[in-house]
């Protein structure tokens, strides 16, 4: 019983640690898409309404599905203290 206890526990960690990791990545790719759009595009100037119009459209859509998918990390820490929490009992 202690076996399945112990392999259930490694598994976790494991799956813990992951998911920290991802979510320190999605963290940094959110502070860069949030950045000035101005930073990274050389012709600023030279674009029309419509192009930045899409620009700032891409980028928002990125930010929001990495704004996304750190918000389901946290909760899946979260979720994976808790399982670890009552696993240890």
Known sequence: M?????DQSDTLNIFYK???IFNI?????LFFLWLPIGSH???????????LDQTYHE?????????FWFVVNLLGIFLIKILKSKSKR
């Open 41 to 51: 595009i050389d012709n600023l100037d030279m674009l029309t309404t419509s192009q």
């Open 2 to 6: 202690t076996d399945i206890r112990e």
């Open 25 to 29: 990545i999605m963290a940094g790719l």
């Open 18 to 20: 992951i998911l920290i």
């Open 59 to 67: 980028e928002n859509l990125l930010a929001l599905m990495c704004g």
